[in-house]
């Protein structure tokens, strides 16, 4: 059960009811603790940092960016910076828009809410996330749609500078970074 995450991380903030309809459709495919998580609704939890999504509604920029090593693979998270959180084989895989690459993030859903996700030093040192509580002074709060994107993305060279994050729509910036990039393996 992920009660720490939820009692250190929430409440649930911008929140949006849950489609019950299309969570049923996919409830063999994810883990209890992530399933609970999205029935609640989708939203915010760490000050904006991270948001549950709807899978559905996320599938179709998920085929553009992602070549999974498994099927199903379920997006069910993402981040300030568009990183993507999807289940995947038994585990959580993080996928790092900013730098191309994916990796697994935890294997236990109870581990990974309960202590790693929670540990922001950790998160920040495995996730390079030193930029965002500066973004957020900066540039202010983000809204459902909204993540903070580099510019020019660093893996086109540019530098992750506080300086050079603007508020962009996160399904937009991850379309960009597909077609500049290519698909995430």
Known sequence: MIESFLAECGPLKHHVEA????????????????????SAGMGSYMNGYFWTVDPFDYQSILDEVYTPVELPSTCFARDAFAGLYLWEGGSIIYINVRHGNSKVVGRKTSVFFNHIITDWEYMSDLLGLENYF????????????????????PGLGGAEKVENLQIVKTKEHLSIIAQVMGKIR
């Open 134 to 153: 500066p973004a957020k002074a900066a540039l202010g709060d983000l809204s459902a749609e909204q993540c903070y994107g580099y510019v020019p993305i």
């Open 19 to 38: 489609n019950q309809n299309s969570l049923d459709k996919i409830k063999d495919e994810l883990p209890e603790d992530i399933l609970g998580l999205l």
